[in-house]
């Protein structure tokens, strides 16, 4: 990514969670689908998402997502989902933001009381429902795609824990999750850091001992996350997802709620047309449904909705010097964690 031309950029977030939106100025990105374009800002060139997401324009907690026009003809747009780590196929709280910027700069017209967008995106095709007044978004309800679980139950080496076990499923991207009370620690404001820690070891040691494959979308092959869970006697859930190289998610988490709700479903605790509520770290919340039940690849899968609100605070310009010397960016541990070197 070379010259001098401004990338403009929407400021969203979505219950905490910074999910803001290159709405203009982005280069080119080939490939035929938005998997193909994802799979070459990963493989071939990443300088558009660590210019954006890394020091000294970024911080460790923000997340842009990449605006694209759609690649298939049921779709109104598309975009991929740039984090410090990689470019990542889906996020609920990213969709929602997305959704949000898309309404409230008019890119798509806004039809009261709602509004359907059709997103492409490298998971597949996402269906949003935005409740919409006096101009705003009022909240955005996401027909996510097919969740299912991989595996139930699996046993994690860890030499800090021992063994402990989790559940592998996937809500957009492949989680591991992990009841949190097996590494000593709370889902609080004052834990995050330990959390975030503990995360980000534990996705290590996932790389070495459990192999994921999506079976119907070729490249998603790998455990994105960690999210630490906590259910609660009401049958809500609190979570907290940890990214690399070391933070916690502010959301509730979109994908991961999907992907509780396989979980769920897969144990004989939810039906469909069940809901649950899942609460971040810091309080926010989205509601998770149980749409219909399916199948992907031979696995039983569920058809989850997740609702949630987004908040457009502001905008912004980047411009990139070609003299500039962090133009990759950069990532110091002090704030962005232990792990920083694995970036």
Sequence with gaps: MTGHKALDILLVHCQGESGNVLIDGAPHIPGATILDKM???????????????REPRAQVVHTTNLLLAPTRPDADAAFIVLQPDRAHPMSGSNCICVVTALLETGRIKMTEPETLIRLDTAAGLIVARAQCKDGRCLS?????????????????DTPKWGRIT??????????????VDQVGLRIMPEAARALAEAGTEIKSLLAGQ??????EIPGLNEIAYVMFRDYQPD???????????????????????SANLAILHARGQAKTGDTRVSRSIIGGTFTAEILGETTVGGHPAILPRITGQGYVFGRQQLRLDPQDPFAQGFALSDTWGPQVGDL
Excluded: M, W
């Design 39 to 53: 799979n070459h800002l990963n493989g071939v060139d990443p300088s558009l998402r660590l210019f954006l997401t």
């Design 210 to 215: 459990v192999a994921v494959e999506h079976p």
């Design 235 to 257: 049958g809500s859930v609190v979570t907290c997802t940890t990214l690399k190289p070391g933070r916690v998610d502010r959301s509730p988490c979109g994908t991961g709620s």
């Design 140 to 156: 955005v309800s996401l027909d996510n795609v097919p969740a299912f679980v991989h595996q139930l139950d699996v046993a994690i």
């Design 166 to 179: 989790g559940d592998i499923a996937f809500g957009g991207v492949f989680y591991a999750q992990i009841d």
